[in-house]
């Protein structure tokens, strides 16, 4: 385990460097700058800003001074907004994205995995058919669709949820349907296939000829076996519902992660681009990480090498 767990660390080091490496010289490839969107800039102005936040180098040498203090954690000052660290941005944005795709992630594990038990057990049945039917509509309806008819029905016509912001606990209710929509549909069509190959295999049937309840080999030899499948999607699916979704966080007007990084973006922040680039890849190298050691936990007979 130690071999290993060494090896994933050098190999994420290396990972998240080549992201590094790239987002920065695509970045500066593109033609202007974060000041050139700036109201009447005079160009001394622009090239004293530019001498400020050392833009003015040469590319290479910003590269090596990014580098070397990124990998001591310190991503710089943000080129838009000016006296906040990229650092203090994510920090604050992660906390509020985290929370909201914490709830989420929650959501999507507990139904998802639920309702594609009981397809899978009730195969060929009404139950069965219906739970397909809105797996396959979770997964194909952009999340854009989920967001309208939630603000529409629950927001406009009922009005029985608040539509913006999360000043309070009903608030997050619309949000966390949304970003679990999609999730929980694809956990449910990942565990009905996986359950429905699991009740097949040959040590279920001796389980049952041994006079097991169904219970018992359900939920003790089934369950352990089929949920691997949900494990392995689970790193990506953290990474991408705790970091915030853009269009959620948009529509609901949740001050997140994921719409500060499309505003970097827009703005041409470069240091909040690179800063929230490099957070994203990490989190997401953690996440597939911890899913393999998962796997190990849950089946021991799983060689980590």
């Not at 290993?4 to 700058?33: C, D, E, H, Q, S």
């Not at 906390?95 to 057990?121: C, D, F, H, Q, R």
């Not at 509509?137 to 539509?163: E, Q, R, W």
Request: hydrophobic share 50%; with cysteine.
């Amino acid at each position: 385990m130690g071999k290993y767990l060494a090896k994933r660390i050098f190999m994420a080091i290396v990972t998240i460097w080549v992201v590094a490496t790239i987002t920065f010289f695509l970045m500066n490839m593109v033609p202007g700058g974060p000041f050139l969107s700036e109201k009447a800039i005079s160009p001394a102005a622009q090239a004293a800003l530019e001498a400020k936040y050392g833009l003015d180098k040469p590319l290479s040498e910003q590269y090596l001074t990014y580098i070397t203090d990124a990998a001591h954690g310190d991503f710089g000052d943000s080129l838009k907004q000016r006296g906040r660290t990229v650092n203090d941005i994510i920090t604050s944005k992660f906390a509020v994205s985290a929370k909201v795709g914490g709830m989420a992630v929650l959501v999507s594990l507990v139904i998802g995995v639920t309702l594609g038990i009981i397809a899978a057990y009730r195969r060929g049945k009404f139950v069965d058919s219906l739970i397909s039917v809105v797996s396959t509509m979770g997964i194909a309806v952009p999340s854009f669709v989920v967001c309208t008819l939630l603000l529409y029905f629950f927001g406009v016509k009922l009005k029985i949820l608040p539509t913006l912001g999360l000043t309070s606990s009903k608030h997050y209710i619309m949000p966390v349907a949304a970003l679990s929509f999609y999730p929980t549909s694809y956990i449910m069509r990942l565990m009905r296939s996986s359950m429905l190959d699991v009740l097949g295999q040959d040590y279920m049937r001796t389980a049952k000829a041994k006079g097991l309840s169904e219970k018992i080999s359900l939920f003790k030899h089934a369950l352990r076996n089929a949920i691997l499948p949900v494990v392995t999607y689970l790193g990506p699916m953290i990474a991408y519902t705790l970091t915030g979704s853009f269009v959620v966080e948009k529509i609901f007007t949740i001050p997140g992660l994921g719409g500060e990084f499309i505003g970097a973006i827009t703005a041409r922040d470069y240091t909040l681009i690179m800063g929230t680039t490099i957070f994203l890849a990490t989190f997401m190298i953690i996440m597939n990480l911890i899913v393999d050691i998962l796997y190990k936990v849950i089946d021991p007979r799983i060689n980590l090498k």
